[in-house]
């Protein structure tokens, strides 16, 4: 059963250390989509990688967030330095443009807990 | 900017009752997503509607997409136990069809047995 993974699926950091979270995306998806979650913004767009090019990163901050695509089965997205507000839950998520429906799949998430 | 608003945002109802939830955009949309998210969980997609007008229905679920493709909504008959979680509407950003989504906050529906 094809899924998107990610890891951690939980992490807790203190302020200021250096968080990566990793997304192995379906096999054979040429997109892929980092979201953020929180009570107070909801879903949030981060970044956005097609073919392992990133088409749009504007949802992020950019003095602390960055997001790459080493190679087609890896995503990473890191923080550093990481900040308490940063706490939320992390999705990747994957699809195919031009796939039937247009489905997007998402991972299990990243529980992220900055204190 | 674009923007997606759902109501309600809560939504508590007996079993058995029914239950929807609507969507709104600020902009005309190539298409609509609806995903849910249980407690806990990620969001799963349900279904995506792209003609004006379009209703689908998946068993008790049904979705509809308004004639000017700004509004949709999701109606569950006869809900259960397990239909409880968030759903979510979304749409393509402004210029897009496919992947960058904005999504609405949710409605968050509980259903008491």
Redesign the interface.
């Given at each position: 059963d094809a899924r998107v993974t990610q890891t951690p699926r939980h992490k807790v950091t203190e302020m200021g250390q250096e968080v990566t979270m990793r997304c192995q995306p379906i096999l054979g998806h040429n997109?892929v989509?980092w979201y953020r979650q929180t009570m107070m913004q909801?879903?949030?767009?981060l970044a956005?990688f097609?073919n392992r090019a990133p088409l749009?990163d504007s949802g992020m901050p950019k003095d602390r967030f960055s997001a790459e695509m080493p190679d087609a089965t890896l995503a990473t997205l890191k923080i550093q330095p990481s900040e308490p507000r940063d706490s939320a839950v992390y999705?990747c998520?994957s699809?195919l443009?031009?796939g039937p429906?247009?489905?997007?799949?998402?991972?299990?998430?990243s529980w992220l807990t900055v204190v | 900017g674009q923007q997606v608003m759902q109501i309600p945002q809560y939504q508590h109802v007996q079993e058995g009752e029914d239950f929807t939830t609507y969507c709104n955009s600020s902009t005309t949309l190539s298409n609509i997503q609806w995903y849910k998210q249980r407690p806990g969980g990620h969001p799963v997609f349900l279904i995506q509607l792209v003609k004006s007008g379009e209703v689908k229905k998946q068993k008790r679920l049904t979705f509809q997409f308004g004639e000017a493709k700004k509004n949709s909504s999701l109606h569950i008959t006869a809900t259960q136990t397990t239909d409880v979680g968030t759903y979510f509407c979304a749409g393509p950003r402004l210029g897009t069809s496919y992947g960058k989504l904005t999504f609405g906050q949710g409605t968050i529906l509980t259903v008491h047995p």
């Open positions: 997109t989509f909801g879903l949030e767009l956005y097609r749009d999705f998520a699809g443009q031009g429906g247009n489905t997007i799949y998402f991972g299990e998430g | -």
